[in-house]
């Protein structure tokens, strides 16, 4: 295997100041005569080395001479050079419609797209096919025109004419220097919602989102989002767009959400097309945040890109603390943190966890394309959020304002970006930057004691071991914590913010004039694991009083995790406390639906094994569906009441969003505890909605059960919806997140099903990466899902290694569980590792998995 490192960056031997590509489209061959001006850089006498991915090329030309003095070495072509500047010509022929990887140019859905990073490039033409190689390109396509009648590459439009045999032609210029990752072109028959956006400077930008005919009444939510996002960029960071035109494009085949191609951005069709009757509010929301999310890569990964591949968290991180940034400005900043850092612990803190624990810079690679990771984005945006917090809003922006300036145009490094808050904060950095380096999760203990009127807050970090990595120092932990009075409920201090950078730390309060309770990570101001020595009654308290709303719903959280743990040994003793709280929350008028729908819905299964130090899946689901339904009974008046809110026509707002959410937390929980008439008010809500958020919660509410409804209200969704893949997907997902016995064997049937394809990565992901994680039946004891998910990555390995590899890590949770389990999953992992001709992709992943 072939190491990747860090350590051994060097700069690129050879620049390429301009490119200029001639496609001849066709989806058998098309033709790539890619022209290179290339320069040495600095003084060596090294030859030209460019990427490809075994292609064989068809010509050489030097300074317009055909050469043969090249060679092929590990997948380079390597051209000896005698000057210091040269014009090299290669021709390539490429086959897109064999292209099942989706990895450079491939066909969907009868039209041509392309996807390059990270190392996509390489598979259209040979290139220095790395980040640092900034080059200027010019764009011409040929192709038929009745099939191919759009021709859309990144930049600005230059010319198109007709040609006389039926084909045509469109050459596209982009003025900005850009890493061959950030190439695009699409070429097919679509339809275009037009808009305009004038920007702060006052020049008038073409906006277009490009659909098959049939979706266009689809795209109106993500267009506003779209001008939505380019507004707010120039307000909260001052950045403008830069081009005449900005295009996105959706594509039904894609191997993760979208692309920020310079200009034009490429999308997974489920990331743009949304109307009331397909899509659920979750989509809506996910939909703003992806367009939003490519747009800002504009600036944070365009203008500036990263240097290496190594860097990736210089734009993934920064770029998805800005998204978040924005959907919090769109609605609840409350809900929506809550819900990133739901996402954090249900996807990152595995991760760090796990056999497959990197730090956010990663040291080493085999597949760059398993380091997408929710380390490389999601933690990567809690550093960026801690420095924020570090630094003030103020600090921060001209910060930032520093970073943009300073390095646009070029390839930087997290170092850089770190450095520019440095200077700008005047703050010294030097052991957060730890955060960079160490990978795991720190845990903080923390407690409180009393005596002779003095308060003790004892504080102590650990950072666990992870692979690479034995011995770890201590972090800069940035927490923010507020004492309450016990009795009176009043605040006992200010909020303040603690530097935790010591092993351990002791904080004196003077003078409280009660017994004090701790609020600790306050708006979850550092990605830790915090363990306290809090009480039921304290929790309880928070939950209830708590004026921090993270903190508030934290307290729940704890809760019940606290409840179900103990459940989960045949404790129920503390289910008391948990509906004490509950229907307190519920009681609550001054709190907004949306924050209570949150609060009140129990951890997941899998957040519940992550505390135990073996998950055992059949006594967690035990202890959850035990809780769930003794709420249900207990508070059925309550559950009804929030369900019986008056019917109001569908609108998409925060408001309404919310209160449809608790809506249907509430019919999930009227339904938990047994009551006979569940499956009738799921089934009429499933019938009457006048959204998908409504029917797709009915839906799941149903699937759940083992009510007569279930079948039909099944059927009557995929025949309403046959025709609609993304919706088919949901109708996939809903099935294999069943909490029923059976899902195994009924997952294991529907991949027969004549609408199941792995060709497809949303197909795929919804029916096998959503049993993958749903812990009990995924976890059965005979192994059955162990067995299933190894049989499918297999032969979607086969097709399409880097959707295949992002399957892969629930079988690497393998330490996690009773040695039976243990050993089953170890054996899949060691039959995947033998699988005759195994990507690297794969193989990667299960190789590290096993050690
Ligand atoms: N930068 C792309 C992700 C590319 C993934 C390549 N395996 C989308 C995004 O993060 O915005
Ligand atoms: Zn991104």
Same mark, same amino acid.
């Given at each position: 295997?072939?190491?990747?490192?860090?350590?051994?960056?060097?700069?690129?031997?050879?620049?390429?100041p301009?490119?200029?590509?001639d496609f001849?489209?066709?989806?058998?061959?098309?033709?790539?005569?890619?022209?290179?001006?290339?320069?040495?850089?600095?003084?060596?006498?090294?030859?030209?080395?460019?990427?490809?991915a075994?292609?064989?090329?068809?010509?050489?030309?030097?300074?317009?001479?055909?050469?043969?003095?090249?060679r092929?070495?590990?997948?380079?072509?390597?051209?000896?050079?005698?000057?210091?500047?040269?014009?090299?010509?290669?021709?390539?022929?490429?086959?897109?419609?064999?292209?099942?990887?989706?990895?450079?140019?491939?066909?969907?859905?009868?039209?041509?797209?392309t996807?390059?990073?990270?190392?996509?490039f390489?598979?259209?033409?040979?290139?220095?096919?790395?980040?640092?190689v900034?080059s200027?390109?010019?764009?011409?396509?040929?192709?038929?025109?009745?099939?191919?009648?759009?021709?859309?590459?990144n930049?600005?439009?230059?010319?198109?004419?007709?040609?006389?045999?039926?084909?045509?032609?469109?050459?596209?210029?982009?003025?900005?220097?850009?890493?061959?990752y950030?190439?695009?072109?699409?070429?097919?028959?679509?339809?275009?919602?037009?808009?305009?956006f004038?920007?702060?400077?006052g020049?008038?930008?073409?906006?277009?989102?490009?659909?098959?005919?049939?979706?266009l009444?689809?795209?109106e939510?993500?267009l506003a989002?779209?001008?939505?996002?380019?507004?707010?960029?120039?307000r909260?960071?001052?950045?403008?767009?830069?081009l005449?035109?900005?295009?996105?494009?959706?594509?039904?085949?894609?191997?993760?959400?979208?692309?920020?191609?310079?200009?034009?951005?490429?999308?997974?069709?489920r990331?743009?097309?949304?109307?009331?009757?397909?899509?659920?509010?979750?989509?809506?929301?996910?939909?703003?945040?992806?367009?939003?999310?490519?747009?800002?890569?504009?600036?944070?990964?365009?203008?500036?890109?990263?240097?290496?591949?190594?860097?990736?968290?210089l734009?993934?991180?920064?770029?998805?603390?800005?998204?978040?940034?924005?959907s919090?400005?769109?609605?609840?900043?409350?809900v929506?943190r809550?819900?990133?850092?739901?996402?954090?612990?249900?996807?990152?803190?595995?991760?760090?966890?796990?056999?497959?624990?990197?730090?956010?810079?990663?040291?080493?690679?085999?597949e760059?394309s398993n380091?997408?990771?929710?380390?490389?984005?999601?933690?990567?945006?809690e550093?960026i959020?801690?420095?924020?917090?570090?630094?003030?809003?103020?600090?921060f922006?001209?910060?930032?304002?520093?970073?943009f300036?300073?390095?646009?145009?070029?390839?930087?490094?997290?170092?850089?970006?770190?450095?520019?808050?440095?200077?700008?904060?005047?703050?010294?950095l030097?052991?957060?930057?730890?955060?960079?380096?160490?990978?795991?999760?720190?845990?903080?203990?923390?407690s409180?004691?009393?005596?002779?009127?003095?308060t003790?807050l004892?504080?102590?970090q650990?950072?666990?071991?992870?692979?690479?990595?034995?011995?770890?120092?201590?972090?800069?932990l940035?927490?923010?914590?507020?004492?309450?009075g016990?009795?009176?409920?009043?605040?006992?201090?200010?909020?303040?913010?603690?530097?935790?950078?010591?092993?351990?730390?002791?904080?004196?309060?003077?003078?409280?004039?009660?017994?004090?309770v701790?609020?600790?990570?306050?708006?979850?101001?550092?990605p830790?694991?915090?363990?306290?020595?809090?009480?039921?009654?304290d929790l309880?308290?928070?939950?209830?009083?708590?004026?921090?709303?993270?903190?508030?719903?934290?307290?729940?959280?704890?809760?019940?995790?606290?409840?179900?743990?103990?459940?989960?040994?045949?404790?129920?003793?503390?289910?008391?406390?948990?509906?004490?709280?509950?229907?307190?929350?519920?009681?609550?008028?001054?709190?907004?639906?949306?924050?209570?729908a949150?609060?009140?819905?129990?951890?997941?299964?899998?957040?519940?094994?992550d505390?135990?130090?073996?998950v055992?899946?059949?006594?967690?689901?035990?202890?959850?569906?035990?809780?769930?339904?003794?709420?249900?009974?207990?508070?059925?008046?309550?559950?009804?009441?929030?369900?019986?809110?008056?019917?109001?026509?569908y609108?998409?707002?925060?408001?309404?969003?919310g209160?449809?959410?608790?809506?249907?937390? &509430? +019919?999930?929980?009227? /339904?938990?505890? #047994? !009551?006979?008439? =569940?499956?009738?008010?799921?089934?009429?809500? *499933? %019938?009457? $909605?006048?959204?998908?958020?409504?029917?797709?919660?009915?839906?799941?509410?149903?699937?759940?059960?083992?009510?007569?409804?279930?079948?039909?209200a099944?059927?009557?969704?995929?025949?309403?919806?046959?025709?609609?893949?993304?919706?088919?997907?949901?109708?996939?997902?809903?099935? &294999? +997140?069943?909490?029923? /016995?059976?899902? #195994? !064997?009924?997952? =294991?049937?529907?991949?027969?099903?004549?609408? *199941? %394809?792995l $060709?497809?990565?949303?197909?795929?992901?919804a029916?096998i990466?959503?049993?993958?994680?749903?812990?009990?039946?995924f976890?059965?004891?005979?192994?059955?899902?162990?067995?299933?998910?190894?049989?499918?990555?297999?032969?979607?390995?086969?097709?399409?290694?880097?959707?295949?590899?992002? +399957?892969?890590?629930?079988?690497?949770?393998?330490?996690?569980?009773?040695?039976a389990?243990?050993?089953?999953?170890?054996?899949e992992?060691?039959?995947?590792?033998?699988?005759?001709?195994?990507?690297?992709?794969?193989?990667?992943?299960?190789?590290k998995?096993?050690?």
């Amino acid at each position: 295997v072939s190491v990747t490192r860090r350590e051994d960056y060097a700069p690129p031997a050879w620049l390429v100041p301009h490119t200029q590509l001639d496609f001849d489209l066709d989806p058998a061959t098309t033709r790539v005569t890619a022209t290179l001006s290339v320069t040495r850089n600095g003084a060596h006498d090294t030859p030209l080395r460019l990427d490809g991915a075994g292609q064989q090329p068809v010509s050489v030309t030097v300074d317009g001479v055909a050469v043969n003095d090249w060679r092929i070495e590990d997948d380079q072509l390597v051209i000896p050079l005698a000057g210091d500047a040269h014009e090299i010509e290669t021709v390539v022929e490429i086959a897109p419609e064999r292209n099942t990887q989706l990895m450079g140019l491939y066909a969907s859905g009868g039209n041509l797209c392309t996807q390059c990073e990270a190392e996509g490039f390489r598979r259209i033409t040979w290139f220095p096919d790395r980040p640092d190689v900034l080059s200027r390109y010019a764009v011409r396509m040929t192709a038929d025109k009745a099939r191919y009648p759009i021709l859309l590459a990144n930049g600005d439009p230059v010319a198109q004419g007709d040609l006389d045999d039926g084909r045509h032609w469109a050459e596209w210029n982009d003025p900005y220097p850009k890493p061959s990752y950030l190439f695009a072109l699409v070429a097919g028959d679509l339809a275009v919602n037009r808009d305009t956006f004038t920007t702060m400077s006052g020049r008038t930008v073409e906006l277009g989102i490009w659909v098959r005919a049939a979706d266009l009444a689809k795209t109106e939510h993500a267009l506003a989002a779209l001008k939505t996002s380019m507004a707010w960029d120039e307000r909260a960071y001052g950045r403008e767009y830069d081009l005449d035109v900005f295009n996105i494009v959706a594509v039904d085949d894609f191997n993760f959400g979208a692309m920020e191609n310079k200009g034009l951005n490429i999308f997974n069709s489920r990331y743009i097309l949304a109307d009331p009757d397909t899509a659920t509010d979750y989509d809506y929301d996910a939909i703003a945040a992806v367009v939003a999310h490519e747009y800002f890569h504009n600036w944070s990964g365009d203008r500036i890109t990263c240097r290496d591949w190594f860097q990736l968290s210089l734009k993934e991180g920064f770029t998805v603390y800005r998204d978040q940034s924005f959907s919090a400005d769109q609605g609840s900043a409350a809900v929506k943190r809550i819900e990133d850092v739901r996402g954090l612990r249900a996807a990152q803190f595995p991760e760090d966890a796990g056999p497959l624990a990197h730090p956010v810079r990663p040291d080493s690679y085999q597949e760059i394309s398993n380091f997408y990771t929710a380390t490389i984005y999601n933690k990567g945006a809690e550093l960026i959020r801690m420095m924020a917090t570090l630094l003030g809003p103020v600090t921060f922006r001209a910060a930032t304002d520093l970073y943009f300036e300073r390095f646009d145009g070029t390839a930087a490094t997290c170092e850089d970006f770190v450095a520019c808050m440095e200077e700008a904060g005047d703050v010294d950095l030097t052991q957060f930057r730890l955060w960079y380096s160490q990978a795991g999760t720190p845990r903080v203990s923390a407690s409180l004691t009393e005596r002779d009127g003095r308060t003790t807050l004892r504080l102590a970090q650990h950072v666990p071991t992870t692979p690479g990595q034995p011995d770890k120092r201590s972090m800069v932990l940035p927490l923010k914590l507020r004492l309450f009075g016990a009795e009176s409920g009043r605040a006992l201090t200010d909020e303040r913010l603690v530097l935790l950078d010591q092993p351990s730390e002791t904080l004196v309060f003077e003078g409280l004039a009660e017994r004090a309770v701790l609020s600790i990570n306050r708006g979850f101001s550092a990605p830790v694991i915090v363990e306290t020595d809090r009480t039921a009654a304290d929790l309880g308290f928070l939950a209830r009083h708590d004026d921090d709303p993270f903190a508030r719903y934290e307290a729940m959280q704890q809760l019940m995790l606290d409840s179900l743990v103990a459940g989960a040994m045949g404790d129920t003793a503390g289910h008391d406390a948990v509906i004490a709280a509950v229907s307190d929350t519920l009681a609550n008028p001054d709190l907004d639906p949306a924050f209570v729908a949150e609060a009140v819905l129990l951890p997941s299964e899998s957040f519940i094994g992550d505390q135990l130090a073996t998950v055992d899946p059949e006594a967690i689901h035990a202890s959850r569906e035990g809780l769930r339904r003794a709420l249900g009974q207990r508070l059925d008046d309550q559950w009804r009441e929030a369900y019986d809110i008056a019917p109001e026509a569908y609108v998409y707002s925060p408001q309404a969003k919310g209160r449809r959410r608790l809506r249907s937390v &509430a +019919l999930g929980y009227i /339904a938990a505890s #047994g !009551a006979g008439d =569940a499956a009738t008010l799921a089934f009429s809500q *499933f %019938t009457a $909605a006048d959204n998908m958020t409504d029917r797709q919660g009915a839906l799941a509410t149903l699937a759940n059960s083992d009510a007569d409804e279930r079948e039909a209200a099944l059927d009557i969704f995929y025949n309403r919806y046959a025709d609609n893949s993304l919706v088919i997907d949901k109708w996939f997902q809903t099935q &294999a +997140l069943s909490s029923r /016995a059976d899902t #195994g !064997a009924a997952v =294991a049937e529907l991949v027969r099903h004549p609408d *199941f %394809t792995l $060709a497809n990565p949303n197909r795929a992901r919804a029916l096998i990466g959503a049993f993958a994680a749903n812990q009990r039946a995924f976890n059965a004891a005979d192994g059955s899902g162990y067995r299933f998910l190894a049989d499918q990555l297999i032969a979607l390995d086969k097709l399409n290694p880097q959707t295949a590899a992002k +399957l892969l890590p629930p079988l690497g949770r393998w330490r996690r569980f009773d040695p039976a389990r243990a050993a089953m999953m170890r054996a899949e992992l060691e039959r995947i590792v033998a699988a005759p001709g195994l990507s690297k992709d794969v193989f990667e992943q299960a190789s590290k998995s096993l050690a």
